[in-house]
């Protein structure tokens, strides 16, 4: 058996004329042997070898199957829909897919990657790449069209024969361009027919002209002017329009005697001018305008109008496509153009015999139009497939492939030309044979002027006779006939003339028509004779010249010979076409032609030459160069006669390189073949000369074909024809060329490399090596086809002289291409091609050990990493080489080698993916994928055996990366994207013991080869929303742009992040094929897809068709590649973008199935102890779980996930979570998180490197949480189970809950940072949609109305709804079974220790039970300290998550509510929120602390943002004390930060501290609690609260004096002092310090929506007094609502009565608010509240009062006036971490008139006594009652100072003291002491005790305790001036003297109200 199978295949009918040489004319055919070789180039059968250009029989694709991906659960997948069954979600998916993989879980990846694999489009790709042409059958001709002659219509009547010849015309030229098509109409009663059998005659022109015509001339019976009275002219004549029954008698009798004819009408019909309305056949303008059925148009002036009926368009435009059975369109080439309808209404007359002058100008009319119409269909006919129709001669190019049949799903050989063969392959397969050869087939004349290889055998000869001039006028017509001599005139002659009618037996004569009565006579006829086939002179034509009587009445007229004429044929013959002038003899005599004879005739005018005759040749036999025919002359000689070379030969055959090139290339194949049987059977000198020739000849063919630019590397068909198609020497009996070819070829090369002189021929010779090499091989195989073939493949061993000989050939080229890299790039392109496919070719035919010597041959020459440009060459030789269908097959060259090309393969390729040139390591790895591909798509492979195989021969590429692993991380993401399919796609196919010894091999490969798995996932992530845009995402922070070139697998994943999609990059092969193969079969997508190609380059390529090449357009496009690609992807037409989602999401899923399935494989071999599993953390499997879990994945990868999942996790859970970190997958999952834009990503925390347990809890939480958040449930439902599996093994294998938690608060912190979280509400809301509203109670309202208008998002309600499951018991049992999981995995477990363990395990034995029902065990479980896996702790876990989820939903709904105002207060509230919900974190508490310090900066409230660092100061401090780092802070410290911000006490446990610290928690150190404490320092000096500055800075102290830092302690004592200076100077001032103002502001009306009816305390800088603060929040609240009412402020501060205000209005009430530091216990009894002490200033109770009347007024009498003090209790104090806080509490207290009258002497009182005490303190004069005076009573303090002595004192602030008494001691009428004793005593009372004004309105104790307060306060008055006395001067005593006498006079006035004042102030 013989893979190269020679078959013989009987060629085909041709379009046209054609015959062999049996039927010619030749006496000696055996003595003309080159005549033999023109048969048997045309005539004999196709010489083909199966199987030459490969074989690749295409596996039926896959089906893919939907892939649903989690989405936006607002948005439903594309082409599917969700409904709703009892509330919960079901999707619907319309596609159906085979999902049965086999064995494996998903399909091959590669097949995904490359799902519109086309095997010729890659090979392509190679340089030089050879491409298989379908064989030349025919002329190429650029247009095909048919004319039909449907009818003719006589007006006046057809009662005799018309006859007509069709043929077409060049006006420019003025000669016809085909021959004549003869028709003929009968009348209706002659033999009852009326037409005749052939009316369809087929036409072609190379080019399109306006030039070309359609000339019809019509003919009928000859006849005088007057037969009978009848005359001609009746067919011209309006009156009457028809014959008479006596006229048409008479015409109809005559017509049957007379058997000449003479001219009638003629018309010129325009086929291909522009100008003519609507064209003829779509042939008009470019594009072809249609018109519509019955429009008409003027057509230059054809003798009438000229009516366009049917389509006239071009095909496809208007139309519907046509589609063969296949379903596939049939391209425009093969398709034609619709019929077209001519209605020619009238014809020109031939009254005299018209020129050509009248055919060019049919206006010039000198005769009446003959009204006679005739009905013609012209069609457009395809190019026949044989003959390069489509502009592509005949080559087969990946798009005729697709076109033809043979495409990507097309199950049969890409080589099997046979095929075509036999289905007639020129005719195209929209046809049918009858149809396209039906009809005359018009010889067209530019044949014979072609530049093409004749592929018919003719030899003809057209004559023309044009005119004879005889002295009178005649009734003449010529005689013509072909005469073998000139011995017998009366012999008849040859039977040479071919009939009119298309099959009728040849003629030996043939007559023009009948001139009548001119001189001269001028003929239009047309002769065509078939030639002998060897010319002898004595060969002639005669003609004879006849006159005829057309008015004899009698029998047939009889014509009269006049004249003769003589033309010998080698005159003929000499030129393509010519014209001669003859003389006219009167008579002829034997042996004319002698020249002795013709002295003897008589001639004409004295033999003048009157007869001018014009002939075209028209012959594939008869060169019309001398040289080429001498050379076959002498070729005859040489075959016949003389073995060995004659000079004239040699001469011969040098001279045919000045033969002109379309000589040679219509003579080309026989001229080749002569050339061949030369070098073969030859001696050397002549084998030399025809080799020289040979190549001389086929270097001329190859220019003049293809254009100088390409031409070393371009192919001429008509040569790659020959070799494929016609070189045969079996079938010429000739010994095989072979060697002499290879011999004589190589003693030039080595004569060139010896240094001697060559010549042109040898370069030539290079640039056609493809030739003479396919010449070999196919040689070869000719000679392999004789030898009887067995089962096995059989091939020819060469003889050691001739492999000797191809060897030294071989390395001759192989040193012209390392040469000629550098001087003639292309020629060594071309060059390394050749000589790569010769190899190719030899694999088939020549042992293979000599095959592979020459391989290795080659690569010697190219080791290692060589120049890019002969690296190329090694590539492409592999890429060539290793494409053989026998390369699997192919045996090693050593015994223990398994396969030599694939050894050489892998190698090469990896050592080109380290080259410098970009380029060659992507055409590497392209390579290799390609390889890869072609195995799992060819359907002979498909066996697993095979597969294991292959799969096993490819496994050494996948080591090779893993040991330089830094080779691959240079590459770019397509190469490693193409790499890693290659290796999913092998570790695919190998068996377990195979993946085994991999595995065992080293543990740091096998950490590497996982690695990988985790690129691959990132590299093949699904992301619909940055496909459609055509974006890359941004990286994770922190990554680095460029790749890593670290070998360690954490460094692997630390590259680039790719681009998404993985089509993004360029167009792809898949996109261009698919919109190719739309575009055949949708006539809707192919103008979609012209649209989207002009869009595309913005009309830079203009008139582009469903042709033009995507990949072309987007190179000239003026559009950037990205951004032509993103333009691409958005216009794509909905089934092709369907498609390619399909397809890209498939590969997204196959990858992610194919890895899970690894990990299974792994995880067992590693639970049985087959591999080590002393990896870190058990990175094999966490890190791609890590990335797995954090890209999107689709249904059908949860399905086999879940329990691939827990059995994992049964396996290795406690492994999992131990070890240390595992960077590879952090970052991997970083990375793949930041990508993953439709489900969220990282952020929103810290999340530096840390315990690497901790941080793989932290990536698998966070990636389930997102999954929990999407759609579809199916997908929820099983990453919820997933959670609860991974949160019972954490539980089991962590001894902290609490450390759990906060990893799990971490994780869904970072999901929802990159949720969206709210959305508007639609217009109907689903059932589950849920308000975000929720009540503030950590002090923050929502700011704002329209912040209310957006409710939950769907991501939150589905991860709220997950959650809240998360901890119902109940639901689990069910969903397990679906999974496929048993109930224990989530079973209740015990830990057991120690001693214990037997008995625990017992009596949980005997103690559990199932509950009848079945849903969940659930029984008696033992509540033990120790337990941690409990459904208490999963709802605990629970709760805290919902807790999270709430204050996250807060925080954007209070940050919404910016959008539309700017609310400060909402900015500080969203960071505090936040903050409290992550109370149990320390970092994400520290953070948001942070966030909120700084919006408490912008707004310059300074006190807010001290708070927010003495809270985190404190965080930090606790943590340094449970991580035990530098304790110099104790309790007693933080008790100091706790006092002044009571908010940030929390009690943190250590485990929390310590899991943070695992996250890289940075700010929990000793410098961060010294900034923090620094930062509050500061803010407490902006704030003036100097007190707390200095504690602060206290605290410092402590560490500055354990590290010794003196120069820090320094600072610090400064900073200090100057601080103390500073509060010295806030309580010496004059004017009382107040560190804020406090104002009570509510909130009233729906528009406030949930802060409607709350009231808050704000505390604003002291210098905002009441009316700004009112200003800024109504300019604040107003300004959300300018199209509603305004905002009303209510002025007084009285209670709202809600109920009383307006509904369709907001209200604002502001009330000025004074803090309260503590209350008596006695309330109320009128004792006076406490005023603020100074350096303590934190208040949590506000006041303010409100007075009023019984009678309902405000201000009243003394005695009257009440007042109602309200008491407001906040939630926290002021200053605090936020500048307002919500009334939690409010009492209402009422004052009688009385009371007010105690307290507003009280006040007084207390006044004067803090000020003397303080003013006593500060002077010293309080010494002596021990401690300052700022810790006792002012009272006592006063009294001490007094008591110590009388000398004199020195107060600070006299002054302050001096305007406290004038206003306390001054008598006053109205107001003070004196008022109030006149308003409620009686003056001078009987009796020692004071008696009240109205007894009945106050009660004894009220007037009692009236009393004790006046009295102390004179009591203090009096001490008041001593001390004043003892402490002023001289220059004051007068002052002194006044306040005594006006003390003495206000005693005396109130003594006259209460008696016994004296005696009660000096008891007291």
Known sequence: MSLLEIKYVPRPPTLGQGSNLDSMILPEAEEVPHLRELDFCVNADFVHIENKYGTFICEPHLTFAKQVFPSNPGDPPPGGTYRQNGGEEEYEDPYVGDRSMDEHYGGSTIMAYDPLFNWDSERAAVIGHRLPIRPITSPSVGTRFSVRILGLNVQAGLVEPVCGTMCLYHAERREKASEDFHFQFLPPQWDGESTSPDTRAIFSVDKESAALCLLVQLEKAASEESVNGIKPAVYTRKDPPTLTEKEAARLSEWAQVMPFREPFAWITIPLFDSSV??????????????SGVGSSGSLGGVGGVLGVEGGGGTPGSGTSPVVDSNGMRVPAYELGGPPVQIDIPSLNRAKECYTDDQLLDPKKKSQKPVRVSMHFEVERLPGPAGGGAGGAGGSVTPQSLNSSG??????????????????????????????????????????????????????????????????????????????????????????????????????????????????????????????????????????????????????????????????????????????????????????????????????????????????????????????????FHQFDRHMLEAPLPREDLLEAINALKTVDVVVLMQFLYPLLNMLLCMIGNGVETLQVAAFRAMINVVSRVQLELAPQSSAPMERSRFLVHFVDFIFDDLGRNQPPVYPGLSNVWRSLARSKSRGFRVGPVYAEALQMAWFVLELVVKSMDLELAQVPQGDEIARLRLEDEVFLCIRQLFECLLAEVHEKADSDPPLAKSLSSSISFFCYDLISVVDPPQVFELVGLFLSQFVGVCPPMQHMFKLHFLRIVCDHDLYIETPGRGP???????????????????????????????????????????ARYQQPELKLYIAQLYMPIVNMILDEVETFNTLGVIQRRQILVVMLTVVRNLDSDTLLKSWKQSDVRTRLFFTLLQQALVLFQHNPQLMAAGSKPRPPSGSKSGPSKAASPDALLAVEPPPIPMFSDRVSLATNDLLDEMARGDAKAMLEREQIIRKVTGGAVSGAKGSVSLRDVLARSRMSPKDAMALLRQNLPPSASTKLLLWESSVAAWCSLQVLEILEKFSDMAADGLVATDYACMDCLTGPLSVMLALPQPMSFWEPFVPAFAEMLRLHGKAMLDGPPSAAATAAAAAAAEAGGDVGGSGGGSSAVGRGGDMLLKDLFGSLLRQMAVRPEFIRKRALLCLLLLLRNALLHMRDVERLRVI???????????????????????????????????????????????????????????????????????????????????????????????????????????????????????????????????????????????????????????????????????????????????????????????????????????????????????????????????????????????????????????????????????????????????????????????????????????????????????????????????????????????????????????????????????????????????????????????????????????????????????????????????????????????????????????????????????????????????????????????????????????QCAVEIIESRSFALEAEMASQLGDSGAAGAAGGPAGKKDPAAVVAAAMAAGSGPLQLPRLQTLQRLLQGSVALQVNSGVLGVCMAFYQANPQGANPRAKEPEKLQPSELEMLTAAIVRFVVVCKRAVVVHGRAVTEVDRDFQEQLEQSLEDLEKEISAFIPGLRKRASAY
């Open 277 to 290: 309305t609507g064209g003829v056949g779509g042939f008009g303008a470019a594009g072809g305008g249609s």
């Open 406 to 631: 043979r495409g990507v799903n097309r199950a049969r050989s890409q080589d099997s030309m046979s095929s075509d063969l036999d289905d007639v392959a020129m005719v195209p397969r929209s046809l049918s044979v009858s149809r396209f050869l039906s009809g005359f087939q018009a010889i067209d004349f530019t044949d014979m002027v072609r530049a093409e290889p004749f592929t018919r055998l003719v030899h003809l000869l057209f004559v023309y006779p044009q005119q004879v001039a005889l002295p009178k006028k005649l009734n003449l017509f010529v005689r013509t006939e072909l005469r073998m001599d000139d011995l017998d005139i009366q012999r008849p002659s040859v039977e040479a003339i071919f009939p009119k009618e298309r099959n009728g037996p040849m003629l030996r004569t043939a007559s023009t028509q009948v001139v009548q009565g001119t001189r001269p006579a001028l003929f239009h006829d047309e002769v065509k004779i078939q030639l002998p086939a060897a010319v002898a002179p004595s060969h002639h034509l005669l003609f004879t010249f006849f006159h005829i009587d057309l008015s004899l009445r009698s029998d047939r007229p009889k014509p009269v010979a006049v004249g003769y004429a003589v033309m010998p044929l080698a005159a003929a013959l000499q030129a393509f076409k010519g014209e001669v002038n003859l003389p006219i003899s009167k008579d002829l005599q034997p042996r004319y032609l002698q020249e002795s004879t013709k002295s003897r005739l008589t001639y004409w005018e004295e033999g003048r030459p009157i007869f001018r005759v014009r002939t075209r040749l028209f012959s594939s036999l008869l060169p019309l160069s001398d040289r080429l025919r001498d050379f």
């Open 896 to 938: 223990t080698e398994k396969n030599y090309l694939t050894t050489v393969l892998l190698k090469d390729l990896f050592v080109s993916l380290d080259h410098e040139d970009p380029s060659q390591r992507s055409l590497a790895a392209r390579m290799l994928a390609f390889q890869v591909a072609k195995h799992e798509y060819d």
């Open 1304 to 1794: 799990l608060t971490v994780a869904l912190s970072e999901v929802l940072s990159h949720m969206r979280l709210l959305h508007s509400p639609s217009p109907s809301p689903g059932p589950t949609s849920r308000s975000s509203s929720v009540s503030s109670s950590a002090g923050g309202g929502v700011s704002g109305a329209a912040a209310g208008d957006l409710v939950e998002s769907v991501e939150v309600e589905k991860l709220r709804l997950s959650l809240e499951e998360l901890g119902t018991e109940d639901k689990w049992f069910q969903l397990l079974d679906e999974c496929g999981l048993p109930s224990i995995c989530l079973e209740i477990v015990v830990e057991d220790e120690g001693e214990e363990e037997e008995e625990e395990e017992e009596e949980e034995d005997e103690e559990e039970e199932w509950e009848e029902g079945g849903s969940v065990l659930v029984g008696r479980r033992r509540k033990r300290e120790r337990d941690r896996w409990t459904w208490a702790n999963v709802e605990e876990t629970q709760d805290m998550l919902l807790t999270v989820v709430d204050a996250a939903s807060q925080h954007e709904q209070l940050m919404e509510g910016l959008k539309t105002s700017n609310d400060k207060y909402a900015i500080v509230e969203s960071y505090y929120i936040l903050a409290q919900a992550y109370g149990h974190v320390p970092d994400l508490y520290i953070m948001w602390m942070l966030h909120l310090c700084d919006a408490h900066q912008e707004m310059n409230q300074w006190a807010e943002a001290a708070q927010c660092a003495v809270s985190v100061a404190g965080i930090v401090i606790r943590g340094l004390q449970i991580a035990s780092q530098e304790l110099v802070w104790d309790e007693e410290h933080l008790e100091v930060l706790w006092s002044i911000c009571p908010l940030a006490r929390h009690q943190w446990r250590a485990r929390a501290f310590s899991s943070q610290s695992e996250f890289g928690a940075s700010s929990l150190t000793v410098e961060g609690a010294v900034k923090h404490l620094q930062m509050a320092s500061n803010f407490f000096y902006k704030a003036e609260l100097f007190h707390f500055c200095a504690e602060m800075l206290a605290l410092l102290l402590p560490l500055f004096r354990v590290r010794h830092d003196y120069k820090q302690l320094t600072k610090t004592h400064n900073k200090i002092a100057s601080i103390y200076e500073n509060v010295e100077q806030q309580e010496t001032s004059p004017i009382p310090f107040k560190d804020a103002c406090y104002y009570r502001v509510g909130f009233y009306g729906e528009r406030f929506r949930y802060i409607d009816g709350r009231e808050f305390i704000y505390r604003e800088p002291r210098d905002v007094r009441l009316g700004d603060i009112m200003e800024k929040l109504k300019a604040l609240y107003d300004a959300r609502s300018p199209d509603e009412e305004p905002l009303q402020i209510i002025q007084d501060s009285r209670q709202v009565d809600p109920s009383a205000l307006k509904p369709n209005l907001v209200y604002m009430q502001i009330t000025a608010v004074e803090p309260v530091v503590g209350i008596g216990e006695d309330r109320w009894l009128g004792r006076p509240l406490e005023p603020p002490i100074a350096g303590t200033p934190t208040f949590s109770c506000f006041f303010f009062d409100t007075p009023f009347t019984p009678n309902g007024k405000q201000q009243g009498k003394m005695e009257d006036q009440w007042k109602r003090r309200t008491l407001l209790y906040t939630q926290s104090t002021l200053p605090s971490l936020i500048s307002r806080q919500p009334v939690v509490r409010s009492e209402v207290r009422e004052y009688s008139p009385i």
